[in-house]
């Protein structure tokens, strides 16, 4: 694992979660496999987020649902995930095995039906509320264009004493969803979900995914993702934010810490292997002390100044 060394300080804090460094695997990459989670932390990783996980079993969209782009990823998964009861069994597995944190992403369409989520998987250290998956309705974006119930749902997830995250999109007014939700209790914002595309197969003159629509991720999103977080911190300056979008090396970590993120998810990267993950820490570090910086909180919003 990566260390930070000559007294650079990598740690971070998320809402009370102590993390060593602020790197941090986004959700929908890991599967349901402790292995990789367990890999991902012995490369760096200070946290991991789950993939969505809805109270039902989800077979998710039928093939192909990834297509690489000369830009990135499309992907239209669906939300494939065993459901909350069988995830919840899995998670205690891992938290037998890992000594970082653990992030349950939750997908529901109700209060009730989130709260019973988070019950199963009530050894998660903290909760992502997916708002903003943009292939499936009823479980994402379409929940961003209803903050009434989006700020329900936060308040219902509160009650259980975790640290409560929204995962927002850069579609629709990102700053008044972020109110409602902070204004109900969440501690935190995780920014941005995969924006909605699709890809025509112009020879079949068809569209390539199986849900026809699916989620752009990778480098294409970045300078997105740079903006919202940019947004979010002036105007909720204080409140933590994970930035996620299209960080593919350590430059654009550190392009997400200075907009304002206190923590930076790492996801489609991960296609190159886990061994990116030390990369970008090294990176992240090396740019500290050349920098002269002792810490990552000294970089948190600097663009700002």
């Not at 489609?268 to 993950?277: I, M, N, Q, Y």
Request: charged share 20%.
């Amino acid at each position: 694992m990566p260390a930070s060394g000559g007294g650079i300080d990598l740690s971070t804090s998320l809402a009370g979660l102590r993390l060593r460094n602020p790197v941090v695997i986004a959700s929908g990459v890991l599967g349901v496999s402790i292995g990789l989670m367990k890999r991902a932390e012995d490369n760096g990783a200070a946290a991991v987020t789950t993939k969505t996980t809805t109270l039902e079993a989800r077979e998710g969209h039928p093939n192909p649902v990834i297509v690489e782009l000369r830009y990135g990823l499309l992907n239209s998964m669906g939300l494939p995930n065993p459901g909350a009861a069988e995830m919840g069994r899995i998670l205690r597995r891992a938290k037998e095995i890992l000594e970082i944190p653990v992030i349950a992403s939750i997908g529901a369409s109700s209060p009730s039906e989130a709260l019973r989520v988070a019950e199963l998987l009530s050894t998660a250290d903290a909760f992502e509320l997916n708002a903003s998956c943009p292939h499936v309705r009823g479980l994402g974006i379409d929940l961003m264009a209803d903050p009434g119930l989006l700020a329900e749902m936060v308040s219902a997830l509160k009650s259980l004493g975790r640290p409560v995250f929204v995962k927002l999109s850069a579609h629709g007014d990102v700053l008044q969803v972020a109110s409602r939700v902070l204004g109900a209790g969440a501690d935190g914002l995780v920014a941005i979900n995969t924006l909605k595309g699709m890809a025509i197969d112009v020879w079949a003159r068809k569209p390539v995914l199986g849900g026809i629509y699916g989620g752009l991720s990778g480098p294409a999103i970045h300078p997105v993702a740079v903006r919202v977080v940019y947004e979010l911190y002036e105007e909720f300056p204080g409140v933590p934010i994970v930035g996620v979008g299209g960080v593919e090396r350590w430059e654009d970590a550190v392009e997400l810490v200075l907009a304002g993120a206190s923590a930076v998810g790492v996801a489609s990267a991960l296609r190159r292997g886990f061994e990116v993950l030390s990369e970008i820490l090294r990176g992240l570090a090396e740019y500290l002390r050349c920098e002269g910086f002792r810490s990552v909180g000294d970089l948190v919003g600097l663009a700002h100044s």
